[in-house]
């Protein structure tokens, strides 16, 4: 009996040494995870994208005010064009945009000037001209500083040496700040 008694206590002990060694694992993987180590968002870099035709030069998803995403583009299609209807979406959502996105001739609400939307009658963007797409969005409801979000974006335009619409789309991803 003697014999018994004392592998129960080898087995006892071997336990609750590997379950003391075992919660402090978890203790540390869940102090790593609430410091943010272990979130993989951070991991992703920030990237702008979009259809050719176009290069997308830089974005910026701002919480500051009201929000705003800002969205630097180049027009490389050999042709000057006109851009009208241009959307913002979120995970699929169109996003409630306060007075819709506008497309201007340097960064910001108040930056530069706007430039006339409509595929037929608007302000032309020459071929190689550097434009952007300005989009005012409620902050409080998109966005929260610190996140990484992944945005979409497409808008129609027409080349002035052709007769239809074309549409361009592409995604941002990056950091609110």
Request: glycine fraction near 12%; include cysteine; charge should be negative.
């Amino acid at each position: 009996m003697v014999i018994k008694q004392k592998r129960g206590q080898a087995a006892l002990e071997f336990l609750t040494t590997y379950g003391w060694a075992f919660m402090v694992i978890l203790v540390m993987i869940g102090a790593l995870a609430y410091f943010g180590v272990l979130n993989p968002t951070q991991l992703i870099p920030d990237s702008c994208s979009v259809t050719s035709g176009f290069s997308c030069r830089d974005a910026e998803i701002s919480s500051e005010g009201t929000g705003h995403v800002n969205i630097e583009l180049v027009n490389n299609n050999g042709n000057a064009i006109r851009v009208d209807n241009i959307e913002l979406t979120q995970a699929g959502n169109d996003i409630v945009a306060l007075g819709g996105c506008t497309v201007r001739d340097a960064p910001g609400e108040t930056g530069g000037n706007e430039i006339t939307q409509d595929t037929a009658t608007g302000t032309p963007i020459n071929d190689g001209a550097t434009f952007f797409i300005y989009c005012p969005t409620e902050a409080t409801a998109d966005f929260m500083e610190g996140n990484k979000e992944r945005l979409g974006y497409s808008f129609d335009f027409r080349r002035l040496q052709g007769s239809f619409d074309s549409t361009a789309s592409g995604t941002v991803t990056g950091t609110v700040r």
